[in-house]
């Protein structure tokens, strides 16, 4: 009996390969196959071939890979090969207030991912300003820190605000 397999689909390549890139830097940092699997929803048998023969899910459907990449915190721009967004400084003016906010709550990411079910992974590029976050993204977090994200968006404007206007003054001086 043969087993069918699919074609390869070199646009699902690379989204593949953003997932398994994901997945080894898990098992770098310490995370177990089983623990891997649990996440995904699969065996730790099929993460270990997965690694073993370095494939990813070729497999399994396209569905089956974005829910992967989302249960990670893979962004369609890593997982498409798009060109990442350059991060305004409003939003990285956000972040600092948000990665604030979460320590003075006494709490780490850790703590806001497991209330808030935002991936950890995705959790962490948006306190790094490095991920701008959706609104009900900002929305849960704001909500799990008792904060009004109202006050974190008006504090992050004022401050985007100043920066912008010492960049545009610097940018004056140089001409």
Same mark, same amino acid.
């Not at 087993?3 to 995370?31: C, Y």
């Not at 006494?106 to 959790?123: F, H, Q």
């Given at each position: 009996?043969?087993?069918? *397999? @699919?074609?390869?689909d070199?646009?699902?390549a690379?989204g593949?390969?953003a997932?398994?890139?994901r997945i080894?830097?898990?098992?770098t940092?310490?995370? %177990?196959?089983? *623990?891997i699997? @649990?996440?995904l929803?699969?065996?730790?048998a099929?993460?270990s071939?997965? /690694?073993s023969?370095? /494939?990813?899910?070729?497999?399994n459907s396209?569905g089956d890979?974005v829910r992967?990449?989302? %249960?990670? =915190?893979i962004?369609?721009?890593e997982?498409f090969?798009k060109e &990442?967004?350059?991060?305004?400084?409003?939003?990285?003016? $956000?972040?600092? =207030?948000? *990665?604030?906010n979460i320590?003075l709550?006494?709490y780490?990411?850790k703590d +806001?991912?497991? $209330? %808030?079910?935002?991936?950890?992974?995705? /959790?962490?590029?948006i306190t790094?300003?490095?991920?701008?976050? &959706?609104?009900e993204?900002?929305?849960?977090v704001c909500?799990? +820190?008792?904060?009004?994200p109202?006050? /974190?968006?008006n504090?992050?404007?004022?401050?985007?605000?100043?920066a912008l206007?010492?960049? *545009?003054?610097? %940018? @004056?001086?140089?001409?």
């Amino acid at each position: 009996m043969s087993m069918s *397999t @699919k074609p390869f689909d070199k646009e699902a390549a690379h989204g593949w390969k953003a997932v398994m890139e994901r997945i080894k830097k898990l098992r770098t940092e310490g995370e %177990t196959l089983e *623990t891997i699997g @649990k996440r995904l929803g699969v065996s730790k048998a099929a993460v270990s071939r997965w /690694l073993s023969e370095n /494939l990813g899910g070729e497999k399994n459907s396209f569905g089956d890979m974005v829910r992967y990449a989302k %249960t990670l =915190g893979i962004s369609s721009s890593e997982m498409f090969g798009k060109e &990442t967004q350059k991060i305004s400084q409003f939003n990285i003016q $956000v972040a600092h =207030g948000l *990665t604030e906010n979460i320590r003075l709550a006494g709490y780490s990411n850790k703590d +806001i991912s497991n $209330v %808030t079910g935002i991936a950890p992974e995705r /959790l962490d590029r948006i306190t790094a300003g490095q991920d701008s976050s &959706t609104p009900e993204e900002l929305f849960i977090v704001c909500k799990s +820190i008792d904060l009004n994200p109202a006050i /974190l968006l008006n504090k992050a404007a004022e401050q985007a605000n100043i920066a912008l206007n010492s960049d *545009t003054q610097q %940018t @004056k001086k140089s001409a």
